[in-house]
């Protein structure tokens, strides 16, 4: 089984969080050879990675069924109900 809490898309990360924090948040990604150029240990495996995502969304993220997951652990929160929980790390 491939576990995943909720698949969505950068975008849509963006707007949970703009919800949920009560301001604008864009999501505005690196192009790859942004990545690979960071001074951080693996920015080329971390473009790779960016890389398969976005070409292979449906391998990636396809497999992946939360509702699944859910039957396993009920418990499993989606994004929005842990970013509520978690609000005040990501803000001042």
Do not use: C
């Amino acid at each position: 089984m491939n576990i995943s809490g909720e698949n969505l898309t950068g975008e849509e990360y963006a707007a949970v969080f703009g919800k949920i924090l009560g301001e604008t948040v864009t999501y505005a990604p690196l192009d790859l050879d942004t990545v690979r150029a960071l001074p951080v240990p693996g920015a080329d495996d971390i473009a790779n990675m960016f890389y398969f995502y976005a070409e292979h969304e449906g391998v990636f993220a396809g497999v992946r069924n939360p509702d699944a997951v859910r039957e396993y652990n009920p418990r499993l929160q989606d994004f929005a109900t842990w970013l509520t929980a978690n609000r005040d790390k990501f803000t001042g």
